[in-house]
């Protein structure tokens, strides 16, 4: 009688024993870090954690620091410009490949082979082809458009667009193959009923396609908006967040206070500042989700 | 509220590999609108294509032809000196043997972190469509939202556990590290994969008798080839992409070749060596763009779900 039991109970543990690596990931890996991190930005921490508790100062000091502030006003610029040209350019790319165009696979492998490069890949290229003198610019000069100074990328002003420009190239494929996915997934009958009835194929597209691909459109403002909070990678490869610090964005400022300006604290408080927009973003989503599936 | 349906379910029925809309027969006028889609198009590939092209044009010339010539211009006299400098004689630092040093450091790190997460990606995945233990869906939906949490919210604390266990910038750190990253994704494909399996199926290896680990390696893992191929491209092309992970935890003798990459063209003082840059360049961009290139429909199958991980 003894052996069927234990094995029964053992049936019953087993699930629990396989998912303990799963378990240790999700509650230290990402809850406890997170919290350890809001901890920490609580302190007075310098090189190493301490205990010294100072409340909320180091976001006071966060909020007065001009770097950091500049870093948001590049990030918001930059975030604004990234999302709209992936969005608009993948949307444009998908619906004009799903007019039964010759060689649509030939055009699709073309603008998704950006995605696997990686970030600092692409910044490198992208840095070699602005770089003034030799890049496009040279190429430019030697056109006969001697006025042009095609140099943003050691302008002040300019440096956080190249960046754009370069990620943009980077992502546009992907968000084209999710619009394309949700544009194939349209019910053709609505495409026929349309034309019986003459309505311009723009206008399907503007007033009843673009409704229609709502959550794909959800889904890719959620990956685009992650992705500008995590930039990193591309202007580390691009601009090392110059000129200057004319291109710093908030994951370099923080990424720089951890480990070359030994200030964790502040850098702490800089994730956690972070934080904010991204579960801002997750939570609607989610809310969203679980309400249709609710229903 | 039911936090794993935040991330989009992989797309069984793949994205882009889905069969174009039947063609209507009717022959295709050339109208003017028919013309400017296709210029349209043509003009779009040209733009995607033109970073590639430059790269590897650049990589072909002397750094002479690269002065005089324009970016554009096809190389007069093409040449593989700088692949060969590129790959074993470039410098980092004091060390001058070229990427070939980043490339076999890559290959040890992506390795063991593809292999293992996919295990545990499977491992839960299956318990979670299967098993269902009570407060799984919680963790589930903790693991879901850190994929979309900028790594810098964990990144400090991870530095000071694996300081504190004694492996800092070692080889199995940079894998428990990729471990952690990759275990949202991993385990997102395969427990949508197991979901869509019938579940009579478990229902009857339970009354044979079989067990959890029984039922996973007899019967769940044997028909597990599609997503473990799609997860291990996806694994292979985050890890080998990845760079702030590698450049934190690896430590300087596992330093992975996208590390070494940005440090030989951004520290690296003097004139600077276009050609061989663009050539380190194309070599580091190999492995994932050659995954990519052969592998196609797989690679994008993926993508949805990956695309998470970004």
Known sequence: ?????????????????????????????????????????????????????????????????????????????????????????????????????????VFRTIFLY?????????????????????????????????????????????????????????????????????????????WKAARLDGIPAWRV??????????????????????????????????TQGGPGIASEVPAKFIMDHLFLRSNVGLA???????????????????????????? | MKMESIVPPLPAAAPVAAPARPARRARRRWTPARIGLYV????????????????????MKSMDEIRQGGIFALPLAPTLQPWRLAWSGVCTGAACDGVRTGFWNSVAITVPSTILPILLGAVNGYALSFWRPRGANVLFGILMAGAFVPVQVMIYPLVRVMALAGIFGSLPAIVLVHLVFGMPVMTLLFRNYYCNVPHELFQAARIDGGGFWRIFLQVMLPMSLPVVVVAAIMQVTGVWNDYILGLVFAGRDNMPMMVQLNNVINTTTGVRQYNVNMAATI??????????FFSGRWFVRGIAAGAVKG
């Open chain 1, 1 to 105: 009688m003894a052996t069927p039991r234990l094995s029964l109970r053992l049936t019953r543990v087993t699930p629990y024993t396989a998912l303990l690596p799963m378990a240790i990931v999700a509650a230290l890996g990402y809850l406890g870090a997170g919290l350890w991190t809001f901890y920490i930005s609580l302190t007075g921490s310098r090189t190493f954690p301490s205990g010294r508790f100072i409340g909320l100062a180091q976001y006071h000091r966060l909020f007065d620091n001009e770097r950091w502030m500049l870093s948001l006003h590049n990030l918001a610029a930059y975030g604004v410009l990234f999302v709209l040209a992936c969005l608009v350019i993948g949307f444009l790319l998908a619906v004009f490949i799903d007019q039964n165009v010759k060689g649509e696979g």
């Open chain 1, 114 to 190: 950006p995605y696997a490069m990686s970030f600092v890949a692409t910044g490198l290229v992208w840095q070699w082809l602005l770089t003034p003198g030799d890049g496009i610019d040279g190429t430019l000069r030697a056109l006969g458009l001697h006025d042009v100074r095609f140099d943003w990328i050691v302008s002040q002003d300019c440096a956080i667009y190249t960046v754009v420009v370069a990620t943009v190239w980077q992502m546009s494929g992907l968000v084209m193959a999710l619009m394309l996915a949700g544009l194939r997934g349209v019910d053709p009958e609505i």
């Open chain 1, 205 to 238: 597209y503007a007033q009843i396609v673009l409704p229609m691909l709502w959550p794909t459109i959800a889904t890719v403002l959620l990956l685009l908006a992650t992705a500008v909070a995590k930039l990193y990678d591309a202007v580390v490869a691009m």
């Open chain 1, 268 to 295: 702490s408080a800089g994730a956690i500042v972070l934080l904010v927009p991204v579960l801002a973003l997750l939570a609607p989503y989610a809310y969203a989700r679980s309400r249709k599936e609710a229903a």
């Open chain 2, 40 to 59: 349209f198009l043509l003009g779009a590939a040209l733009f995607f294509l033109l970073p590639l092209y430059v790269m590897i044009v650049t990589s």
């Open chain 2, 283 to 292: 070599l580091t961009a190999l492995v994932p763009l050659a995954l990519y």
